[in-house]
């Protein structure tokens, strides 16, 4: 009995693994269509008795503004590029900061994001943080930055119903992704903490006091994939 558990965890270990390659791999060439969260908000939307929206472009990376890019490093992950997909430093101060009580602004990376935003589902189990890891390091290896960012700009949520940075720049400032000025991809990135409170235009004070910031920051960005 023993033997044939191990035998049986084993296999599903080796199925997992081979298809979630697969899938890293199949996506590293091919746009990724739709995610789980887009799923999930449909489904709430319509347990709100809402309308199910979900806009959603896909445009390649040399389509979209630089601008854009700097602003979520600068707002997201300022070692977006020199970390192998996890920002040790910032893990650390994100749970000294919660330690003590404070605002936990969080550790996670573009990569980590861009991990659980396309493979996983919305949480904080051990297990869902274990396979965000485990797709992290897969998509460092063999995605690479330049297409981590493509995907993560493309897929992460940027407003009620809107994903990615095409929708984003269309819903918030009736433009393409590619015209997107630096205080409008800075308006952008400020609300990516809670896309669906903030809004990118006629923002709030607050937001707007993130854009100041954000844009003070892109200035040290250079974007070397």
């Not at 298809?19 to 789980?36: D, H, W």
């Not at 893990?91 to 996983?120: H, R």
């Not at 960012?149 to 493309?154: C, I, R």
């Not at 409008?184 to 990118?200: D, T």
Request: glycine share 6%.
């Amino acid at each position: 009995m023993i033997k044939k558990i191990f035998r049986f965890l084993w296999k599903a270990m080796l199925y997992f693994f081979v298809i979630s390659t697969f899938l890293v791999v199949v996506f590293k060439f091919v746009p990724v269509p739709f995610t789980p969260l887009m799923g999930i908000r449909a489904l709430e939307q319509k347990a709100d008795g809402k309308e199910m929206t979900c806009s959603h472009d896909w445009v390649p990376l040399e389509e979209i503004s630089p601008n854009i890019q700097k602003a979520v490093i600068a707002s997201e992950d300022a070692n977006f590029l020199a970390h192998y997909g996890f920002d040790f430093n910032a893990i650390e101060k994100a749970m000294e900061n919660n330690e003590k009580g404070k605002k936990l602004k969080g550790g996670s990376t573009i990569s980590q994001q861009t991990a659980k935003n396309v493979f996983l589902w919305q949480g904080r189990s051990y297990l869902r943080k274990g396979l965000e890891a485990y797709f992290t390091v897969l998509i460092e290896l063999i995605w690479g930055k330049e297409r981590i960012m493509e995907v993560y700009l493309n897929s992460i949520e940027m407003g009620s119903g809107v994903y990615g940075v095409q929708a984003a720049a269309n819903h918030w400032y009736g433009k393409s992704a590619h015209n997107l000025s630096k205080r409008e991809a800075a308006g952008i990135a400020a609300i990516l903490p809670n896309p669906r409170k903030f809004k990118a235009s006629n923002s709030s004070s607050y937001i707007e006091r993130r854009k100041s910031r954000i844009m003070k920051h892109m200035q040290y960005v250079k974007l070397e994939y």
